[in-house]
């Protein structure tokens, strides 16, 4: 074993191990190396003991400087509860019609119920609550099934022809296609609803169809419709009479509503938003009423 002798071929030093004649060189980890080590070693012992690092069990180490992203979000959550809190305990307490009479809580309603319109009601309704062919206009039509707060809070709750147990259920039947109507009737009376809210189509046609349409109309349609097609609020029957439509007030449309019967579907809301944000809703749909009629 000779020590300190240098190879020949790569100027290394060796280590004085020889092998059959194969010597070691002495080719030491390079520093650059070294320090790295050194240095995240010791960042990792520094973060171990201020950080919460090692899990054991269910536990783990909290870290000297105790901070914690599950409390930093929990502590967040609660301050914006805290704040949010204030006006939906107001709002939860308060029955509807003194939210109505209070500005500063309207001003609540008039912009948490636009953004919860907006994520939740807008896809079928507009986002102006317009409403669009098979989607009524909430901000100015006649209510299907009444427009006071809690008839408006229960349709949003319980939804119409929609799963809920206590669902609103309506149908306009399927007068053509189940032949309860012949064709022909079908067309009377289609003119005869169209002529209710344009005086135009009342003036061209024929008095006496116009007058077998009024009589068909009596004799199948008024039951839920009413007598002078105003509609009814427990049939959940639209007026035919205003110019507004569920499905439309042309001739193909109405003789479709008439033929294949129509079954809008609302969904029921309880579960999916809590009992304020229905409530919000409520005076949400009905304030843009007020603002646009
Ligand atoms: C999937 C589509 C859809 C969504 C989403 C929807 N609706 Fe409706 N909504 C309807 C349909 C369809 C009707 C009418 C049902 C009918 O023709 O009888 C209706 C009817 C209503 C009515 C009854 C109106 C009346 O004339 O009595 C109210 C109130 C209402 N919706 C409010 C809302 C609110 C508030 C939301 C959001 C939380 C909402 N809707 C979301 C489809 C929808
Ligand atoms: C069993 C009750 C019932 C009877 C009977 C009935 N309707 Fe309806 N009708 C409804 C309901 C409920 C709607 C709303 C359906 C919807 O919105 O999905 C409706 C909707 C309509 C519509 C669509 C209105 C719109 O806004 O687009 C027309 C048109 C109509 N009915 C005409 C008639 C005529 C004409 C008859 C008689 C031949 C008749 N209805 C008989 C319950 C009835």
Redesign the pocket.
């Known amino acids: 074993m000779s020590v300190g002798e240098r190879d020949p071929h790569t100027g290394h030093m060796t280590t004085g191990h020889e092998w059959n004649g194969i010597k070691e060189l002495n080719t030491p980890v390079p520093k650059p190396v070294w320090f790295f080590l050194v240095a995240t070693f010791t960042f990792a012992v520094i973060y171990w003991v201020l950080m919460p690092a090692w899990p054991y069990g269910v536990n783990y180490t909290r870290g000297l400087l105790g901070l914690d992203q599950r409390t930093i979000v929990a502590e967040n959550v609660r301050s914006a509860a805290i704040e949010r809190s204030v006006w939906t305990d107001r709002i939860a307490a308060a029955n509807l019609r003194e939210i109505q009479a209070d500005p500063r809580l309207m001003q609540v309603v008039r912009e948490a119920g636009h953004a919860?319109?907006g994520d939740?009601?807008s896809?079928?309704?507009g986002t102006d609550a317009g409403g669009g062919p098979?989607?009524?206009n909430?901000a100015q039509?006649p209510?299907?099934?009444?427009g006071d707060e809690e008839t408006?809070q229960e349709?949003?709750r319980v939804g119409?022809?929609s799963e809920h147990p206590e669902t609103r259920v309506?149908q306009m039947l399927a007068f053509g296609r189940d032949q309860m109507l012949a064709r022909d009737d079908v067309k009377r009376v289609a003119t005869y609803v169209r002529s209710l809210s344009q005086p135009e189509i009342a003036s061209m046609a024929d008095k006496d169809e116009l007058a077998a349409g009024a009589q068909l109309f009596l004799d199948n349609c008024a039951a839920c419709h009413g007598e002078n097609a105003k509609g009814s609020t427990d049939a959940?029957a639209p007026d035919l009479t205003d110019r507004f439509w569920?499905y439309g007030g042309d001739e193909t449309t109405v003789t479709a509503s008439i033929h294949g019967g129509?079954m809008?579907?609302?969904?029921s809301?309880e579960g999916r938003?809590s009992d304020v944000q229905r409530k919000l809703?409520t005076l949400y749909?009905l304030d843009l009423r007020t603002r646009q009629q």
């Open positions: 919860l319109f939740n009601c896809v079928c309704h098979g989607f009524p909430l039509a209510f299907l099934w009444g408006v349709t949003i119409i022809n309506s959940g569920v129509r809008g579907q609302m969904p809301w938003l809703l749909v």
